[in-house]
């Protein structure tokens, strides 16, 4: 082999190898090259898109969220119907006659019946045309998104377990936020209250639903 053949099979080689990293970067250019700045924007665009559902549920669900005032106390309720129905945890209520606040309104209301196995209680609320959210009637999945919204104060998570027609959720809180629980979609989930272990669990809506006959 001479030295112009020696030169010309270099020149090939070289060409074949030029041509073969050209082809494996039009081929793979999407995963290979673009993959780190395409993941990192669609996992910020995923973070703004639920951090603002999150704020505007939080518009419409807080609206039906009300305090109930018993002994220079507040405690969380939820809506249930526009004519008054209400629930609240029955812990926290040793009176039959009270004061709900409603969008800063004080407003009679009284206790219906009281469960302390379930800890729920059920409220009539002495007003109309009150602002109400839907159930969520899906069956819950493991995974979950949700939040707690208490007077002034929210947390948020997801459900981890399903025990004994409790959902357990991965909140941990030490604030004593307890109140109803929503989706990001705007339905009442449930009522979630502290357990032993500062987690939040939460009394499903079925449970609820079938409580209040409703």
């Known amino acids: 082999m001479n030295k112009q053949e020696f030169f010309n099979l270099i020149l090939m080689i070289l060409i074949g190898f030029l041509g073969g990293l050209i082809a494996m970067y039009f081929s793979f250019k999407n995963n290979w090259f673009s993959s780190p700045v395409v993941i990192n924007e669609k996992q910020e665009k995923i973070y703004i898109e639920e951090n603002t559902a999150l704020i505007n549920s939080i518009k419409e669900t807080s609206k039906a969220v009300f305090a109930v ?33 409603i969008n800063n309104e004080d407003t009679p209301c009284s206790v219906l019946k009281k469960d302390l196995n379930k800890n729920l209680a059920l409220i009539k609320i002495e007003k109309d045309k009150l ?56 339905k009442i989930i449930g009522f979630g209250f502290i357990d032993k272990n500062n987690y939040i669990s939460v009394i499903p809506i079925s449970t609820i639903r079938s409580f209040t006959g409703l």
Request: glycine content about 8%; some cysteine; aromatic content about 6%.
């Open 69 to 101: 005032k018993q002994d220079g106390k507040s405690f969380p309720g939820i809506i249930l119907t526009s004519d008054g129905l209400a629930i609240a945890l029955a812990k926290n209520i040793t009176k039959t006659n009270l004061t709900c606040t």
């Open 131 to 186: 602002s109400t959210l839907g159930f969520y009637d899906s069956e819950i999945e493991l995974g979950k998104r949700l939040y707690i919204l208490s007077l002034s104060l929210i947390n948020e998570g997801i459900v981890k377990s399903l025990v004994s027609d409790l959902i357990k959720t991965n909140i941990k809180e030490t604030d004593l936020t307890e109140g109803p629980v929503f989706s990001l979609d705007n």
